[in-house]
């Protein structure tokens, strides 16, 4: 393509979509381009930059098929007072269609903080699931198909250690 039908082209487009915007840059301030062409790459080591689906560096996802293959999840974010009953809202959710979850934890949970303890007083189980022993994590992952499960556990790592310490029985 030669410079002048170059120049009419983008006049045309100019023209026929009018934009408003005058400032095309990023949020990080680096400047957009009107067009990309294949000199815009000639640098770029395909294998190094971009890769292909599902292999390092993984700018074009971490599934090979990605969404052609693999539906996005659908996730929910739930936080239900007790163990049981966050179970029960995950199954149900489970049964619905959903095939990803949030768990939310209750404040004492966040904290690291024991049920009984004055600070979690009129915390416990107020917004979010109370987890704090394994027990409770067993008890709210019960029946769930946790090698399909897609489930991020929204909670700090002294919590997680907490989770895993041993339950003294009486």
């Given at each position: 393509?030669?410079?002048?039908?170059?120049?009419?082209?983008?006049k045309k487009i100019?023209?026929?979509?009018?934009?408003?915007?005058?400032?095309?840059?990023?949020?990080?301030?680096?400047?957009?381009?009107?067009?990309?062409?294949?000199?815009?790459?000639?640098?770029?080591?395909?294998?190094?930059?971009?890769?292909?689906?599902?292999?390092?560096?993984?700018?074009?996802?971490?599934?090979?098929?990605?969404?052609?293959?693999?539906?996005?999840?659908?996730?929910?974010?739930?936080?239900?007072?007790?163990?049981?009953?966050?179970?029960?809202?995950?199954?149900?959710?489970?049964?619905?269609?959903?095939?990803?979850?949030?768990?939310?934890?209750?404040?004492?949970?966040?904290?690291?903080?024991?049920?009984?303890?004055?600070?979690?007083?009129?915390?416990?189980?107020?917004?979010?699931?109370?987890?704090?022993?394994?027990?409770?994590?067993?008890?709210?992952?019960?029946?769930?198909?946790?090698?399909?499960?897609?489930?991020?556990?929204?909670?700090?790592?002294p919590t997680l250690s907490q989770?895993?310490?041993?339950?003294?029985?009486?």
């Amino acid at each position: 393509m030669s410079n002048q039908s170059k120049k009419i082209t983008a006049k045309k487009i100019k023209e026929a979509y009018r934009e408003a915007v005058t400032d095309f840059t990023t949020p990080s301030g680096i400047p957009v381009k009107e067009v990309y062409t294949p000199n815009d790459i000639s640098q770029i080591d395909f294998d190094k930059d971009i890769g292909l689906p599902g292999q390092y560096p993984f700018t074009r996802g971490h599934h090979p098929q990605m969404y052609r293959g693999k539906l996005w999840n659908i996730r929910q974010i739930i936080g239900l007072s007790t163990p049981k009953r966050q179970n029960e809202r995950l199954k149900f959710v489970l049964s619905h269609g959903a095939n990803a979850v949030d768990c939310e934890m209750d404040t004492p949970t966040w904290y690291g903080i024991e049920p009984d303890q004055p600070y979690a007083e009129g915390q416990f189980g107020v917004c979010g699931v109370a987890l704090h022993n394994l027990r409770d994590v067993e008890t709210m992952t019960e029946d769930l198909p946790m090698d399909e499960l897609s489930m991020c556990w929204n909670y700090p790592l002294p919590t997680l250690s907490q989770a895993y310490m041993p339950v003294e029985m009486n």
